[in-house]
């Protein structure tokens, strides 16, 4: 027989076996990492998720990420809603809408190779193109929504690729507002997939809003930041990021048990 305070615990921190100390942790990690995206307009969420897969069970891992991240990337709306550009949206949205249904039809793909997969992916990203500072095309817009929510269907993690196609092409405001609006709609999608196959997400709810509430007040705290980071500084620290997740991916689909 389970005590109240058992009960509690279960409650907020979800069924996965957390404690109470490794729940604050994660509440923490959770404000950090959002302030981090507010920032740099990346990085938070692929660094929430490899904390998170250190301490749930690997099964829940990215439908649990995936729910917390729609929720930090709403916030980010919000703040920035008015430097979005709402005319990526659809274009992306509809490769989006392909990806996610083709990752829910193949199933489980091996980690390693989606890890390597999505590092080379950043890392060609940062090759310089002749289109830089003029808007991402219809075709690219796709092609990033149709492979990114594909990918994310298994590892997760996909927001550093999506920025990709955003930086150096428009304004550093409009590169995290954009960026948020593109990933409130893929995990968006990637949650109702993830009901349809059979994912209880009613036991994590307490978990995820306790979660998002701390991504909310560290995305708060990372756009009064971002506001005093210089242009020059943002872009360097964007590609230093993309580099580091780059070769984390790497690193940990070749060496990690």
Known sequence: MTSISDQVLE????????GGLECAGLMLVSFSTS??????????????????????????????HGAIQLGSNATRVAVFRRNIDKSWLLT???????GIYLGALVGPLPEPMLKVTLAFCLLLSLWPSPSAGRP???????????GTSFLT?????????VAAI???RSGRQTVIGTHAALMSLQHSMKI???SFLGFQFDSWVPFITVMIA???LGAAVGMRLSLRLPETLFRSAFRTVIVLLAARLIWTALFAA
């Open 11 to 18: 409650f907020f921190c979800g069924p996965g076996g957390l």
């Open 35 to 64: 302030g981090i995206t507010a920032m740099l307009g990346i990085g938070g969420g692929v660094l929430l998720l490899a904390v998170l897969a250190s301490v749930l069970p690997i099964q829940v891992v990215v439908p649990v």
């Open 92 to 98: 992306f949205g509809i490769g989006a809408a392909f």
């Open 136 to 146: 991402p095309s219809g075709r690219l817009l796709f092609l990033t929504g149709w």
């Open 153 to 161: 269907m298994f590892a997760g993690g996909t927001g550093p690729l």
């Open 166 to 168: 955003l930086i150096g």
């Open 192 to 194: 109702a997939a993830f």
């Open 214 to 216: 701390c991504g909310y």
